[in-house]
C-alpha cells in the first residue's frame, strides 16, 4: 500500500513537473522565438534543474513539439465546442462572435503557431503534426455546417461545407499576419468577424 502511494504522489508529482516546464516554455517563446531560445532558459523559468527537463523531455524539440501539440488540441476542442451551441440551425453572427474569441485570444500562441509553422516547413514529420491539427479545425466547422442542410444553403461559389471550412481557415490565417504585424487585437476580431459572415451567408441572411 505505501508503495502505490509513493507510486501516485511521484507520477502526479512528474505531471505537474511537465505541466510547468510546457507553461514555462510558451512564456519564453512566445517572448524570444524558438530558435532563440536554450533549455536552461527554459528550466529557470520553469524553477527546476535540467534533471528535470531531461526526466520528461529528450531535447527542445520533444518539448516545442507538446507544446504545440496541447495547445493546438485545446484551441480544436474550443472551436468544436463554439459551434455546437446552437440548436439545428446555426446563427452565424453570434457563432462567429464565438470562433473569433476562441482563435484571436492570445497573441503569443500566435507567435509560437508562427515559430512552429516555419519549423514545420523544413521538417516534414513536424509538418504531418500542423496538418493534422489544421484538418481537425476544419473537420469541427465542415461537420457543424453539414448538419445545417436543407434549411438554408451555403453561398454557391463555395460549392459545400468542406469548402466553406477552407475558407474560414484561409481568412483566419490572413487576418492572424496583420494580427502579428500591428497587434492590434480589436481589430482583427471585429475584421474576422466581418469576414466569415460574409463567407458564410450571402450577406443578407444572418443564419446558416
Not at 507544446?67 to 474550443?78: K, S
Not at 446563427?91 to 470562433?99: F, G, L
Not at 516555419?118 to 476544419?138: I, K, N, S, Y
Request: glycine content about 6%.
Amino acid at each position: 500500500m505505501a508503495v502505490e502511494e509513493t507510486a501516485r504522489r511521484v507520477t502526479r508529482r512528474r505531471v505537474r513537473t511537465r505541466a510547468n516546464l510546457l507553461d514555462a516554455a510558451f512564456a519564453v517563446f512566445a517572448a524570444k522565438g524558438f530558435g532563440r531560445v536554450s533549455i536552461e532558459e527554459v528550466c529557470e523559468a520553469a524553477g527546476y534543474s535540467r534533471g528535470a527537463f531531461y526526466s520528461n523531455f529528450d531535447s527542445l524539440d520533444e518539448l516545442f513539439f507538446a507544446l504545440y501539440q496541447q495547445r493546438a488540441d485545446l484551441i480544436a476542442e474550443q472551436v468544436a465546442g463554439a459551434l455546437a451551441l446552437d440548436g439545428p440551425g446555426l446563427d452565424v453572427p453570434a457563432a462567429v462572435d464565438r470562433v473569433t474569441e476562441v482563435l484571436l485570444l492570445d497573441r503569443d500562441w500566435l507567435l509560437v503557431k508562427t515559430d512552429f509553422l516555419v519549423h514545420a516547413a523544413r521538417a516534414p514529420e513536424v509538418a504531418r503534426t500542423l496538418l493534422e491539427h489544421r484538418a481537425r479545425l476544419r473537420r469541427a466547422i465542415a461537420d457543424r455546417l453539414a448538419r445545417t442542410r436543407g434549411e438554408v444553403e451555403l453561398p454557391a461559389v463555395l460549392v459545400d461545407a468542406e469548402g466553406a471550412a477552407h475558407a474560414v481557415v484561409a481568412a483566419y490565417d490572413g487576418v492572424t499576419v496583420q494580427l502579428l504585424l500591428d497587434g492590434d487585437l480589436e481589430r482583427a476580431r471585429g475584421w474576422l468577424r466581418q469576414l466569415l459572415t460574409a463567407l458564410l451567408t450571402d450577406g443578407s441572411d444572418t443564419t446558416v
